[in-house]
């Protein structure tokens, strides 16, 4: 038998990054909203007596998804050896977190949601059955925020370059903005609360001023979505992906290098 399993993905619509742990992990204050991400995982038991994960693209680094099945057996769950086929359409370095997403889907149809602050910082809030929510920490302090107006559709653009998160952090440690938990907190809250119905912008992210160093091409894209009447965009994670929300569908005309849009 084989399970087929839809997976999510999460969209930063606001992102302030407050310091750098001791454990060299970072600490965070985001709005998390959860979005399809077209990834698709092919269940079935395996019969090789260990556990495969394989995809239709190349995975570079450590596979989340081997990671989720080891720290569930680690932890005491028991369950047969998997044969996982991940039919990837989110490109890594996107910013979405679709991997994460991938570990979450695998961890619901294990029942180990609980171990998920183990596999990865994404994954607390794409176990969570939440569609919005406030992350803090290092991603695992999830708490339900209320979609106060947020317009109906929204869209990503994927560009053509791959952005490293781990250089990204090391860069951002040079120039963090100052902002602390309460400050940013009252940030998402004036943002979303104090303007239901109205035009916000360019929403804020710290790594879109490390990111517009080497690719200034964010510029014109923010500009196409002010253009087109969008009510907010921005830069999702630590990029690449962009994102434009919008009061109704609006199909754009691309640039070329724009590679992926994902409609939401």
Not at 89 to 106: F, K, Q, Y
Not at 135 to 147: C, F, L, Q, T, W
Not at 207 to 228: G, I, N, R, T
Not at 233 to 255: D, E, I, Q, T
Request: proline share 6%; hydrophobic share 45%.
């Amino acid at each position: 038998m084989r399970v087929i399993l839809p997976t999510f993905a999460k969209l930063n619509l606001t992102l302030r990054v407050i310091n750098k742990r001791p454990d060299g992990y970072h600490n965070i204050v985001s709005t998390f909203l959860k979005i399809p991400s077209g990834d698709i995982l092919y269940v079935s038991e395996s019969t090789a007596g260990i556990d495969i994960v394989n995809a239709n693209v190349n995975i570079q680094g450590e596979n989340i998804v081997l990671k989720a099945l080891k720290i569930a057996r680690e932890e005491g769950f028991k369950f047969p050896f998997l044969n996982v086929m991940i039919h990837k359409s989110i490109p890594a370095g996107s910013g979405l977190g679709a991997g994460s997403g991938n570990a979450a889907a695998i961890l619901w149809l294990l029942g180990a949601q609980r171990i998920a602050p183990k596999v990865g910082a994404d994954v607390p809030f794409l176990c969570s059955g939440l569609d919005m929510a406030v992350v803090s920490g290092i991603g695992d302090n999830v708490e339900p925020a209320k979609n106060a107006g947020l317009p109906p559709h929204g869209v990503i653009a994927i560009p053509d370059w791959h952005i490293d998160t781990k250089n990204a952090y090391n860069e951002i440690d040079t120039m963090l903005s100052g902002f602390d938990t309460l400050l940013a907190r009252t940030e998402m809250r004036d943002m979303y609360y104090a303007n239901v119905g109205k035009k916000v912008g360019l929403l804020p992210n710290d790594f879109l001023k490390v990111l517009m160093k080497d690719y200034p091409k964010y510029k014109d894209l923010f500009s196409m979505f002010e253009q087109a009447g969008a009510d907010a965009w921005g830069l999702s994670g630590s990029g690449s992906a962009v994102f434009a929300v919008l009061n109704s569908p609006k199909l754009f005309k691309w640039p070329s290098y724009i590679k992926n849009v994902l409609y939401f």
